[in-house]
């Protein structure tokens, strides 16, 4: 896929410029390796004197490239993959590097990865899965980054992240209800196995999960873990167990689900296959 550049300047009282952050000794030179030397940390186009006039800062660019080697993925909270820069007076920037498209675009809906899908040609190109091999050769090969300038007093931030971005890629974001595939957590039997007799449970990102274990926490931990990583269908829990558990899992990733069913089974528990209504976001190619 080619390198896109979408520069959108829009005009106040006067003619808004950009200049890249890139040393050049023709300023009527355009650099095409646009994004291959910058500083993550400031934005890709510096304002001019012309700018540091106008008060107004009515000034939007968007920059698309593919994978930049040195730079380091964006990474906010583990699961929010858009940082934000508001050092220049009136100007918000949002910034994702060296991210998969689905990691770039969910941003808005912040939904877990297992409840993303896909209506594209090649699916192997929108997001990581194990069987990829090493996540950074996929990502040398697959990520992008991305960066949106715009007045600071524009609401929508995020939203306007991903819709900019998805238009630049030819794809349409929307979130729907519909029937997909789920993995179904039921008991085995009547007999209880993971009644918690722990203490305090455990806090912090993935609350109640230390090593591959459920401390003193509700089932639903270990849904909202298994969903974050994403690497299995949507899980819903039909088990009807009210209460705290304690489990010794064992499970340093959910990517195969023949291990998390043997785990599990130890306490009588299973995963089953079926069909429920899900929201998802549903990424799809219209070109």
């Not at 770039?104 to 877990?112: A, P, S």
């Not at 088990?239 to 064992?250: A, H, I, P, R, S």
Request: glycine share 6%; hydrophobic share 35%; with cysteine.
């Amino acid at each position: 896929m080619k390198y896109t550049l979408a520069i959108l300047l829009i005009v106040a009282a006067c003619q808004v410029k950009a200049q890249p952050q890139l040393p050049t000794n023709d300023t009527n030179l355009v650099d095409y390796k646009l994004l291959t030397n910058f500083q993550d940390k400031k934005p890709i186009f510096r304002l001019t004197g012309e700018q540091a006039t106008n008060k107004s800062r009515l000034l939007r660019f968007s920059v698309l490239t593919g994978y930049r080697e040195g730079i380091k993925r964006v990474n906010y909270a583990n699961a929010y993959k858009i940082d934000y820069d508001e050092s220049i007076p009136g100007v918000t920037r949002l910034f994702g590097y060296n991210e998969s498209i689905v990691e770039l675009l969910k941003v808005e809906y912040m939904m877990t990865l297992s409840h993303v899908v896909l209506e594209v040609k090649d699916p192997s190109k929108y997001r990581y899965l194990p069987q990829y091999g090493p996540m950074e050769t996929w990502l040398k090969k697959n990520g992008y980054c991305y960066e949106l300038a715009q007045p600071s007093a524009f609401m929508g931030g995020d939203e306007i992240f991903q819709q900019n971005l998805a238009a630049d890629l030819g794809l349409k974001v929307s979130v729907e209800k519909r029937m997909v595939k789920c993995l179904i957590l039921v008991r085995t039997s009547n007999i209880d196995k993971i009644k918690s007799t722990s203490g305090p449970s455990h806090s912090g990102q993935n609350a109640g999960i230390v090593d591959g274990s459920i401390k003193n926490e509700t089932l639903s931990t270990f849904r909202e873990v298994m969903d974050f990583e994403g690497f299995q269908p949507p899980l819903v829990d039909e088990t009807g167990y009210q209460g705290n558990v304690d489990m010794e899992l064992n499970l340093n990733t959910y990517a195969n689900l023949q291990d998390d069913r043997k785990a599990l089974q130890r306490y009588d528990l299973d995963l089953k296959e079926g069909i429920r209504e899900q929201e998802v976001l549903v990424i799809k190619e219209i070109k």
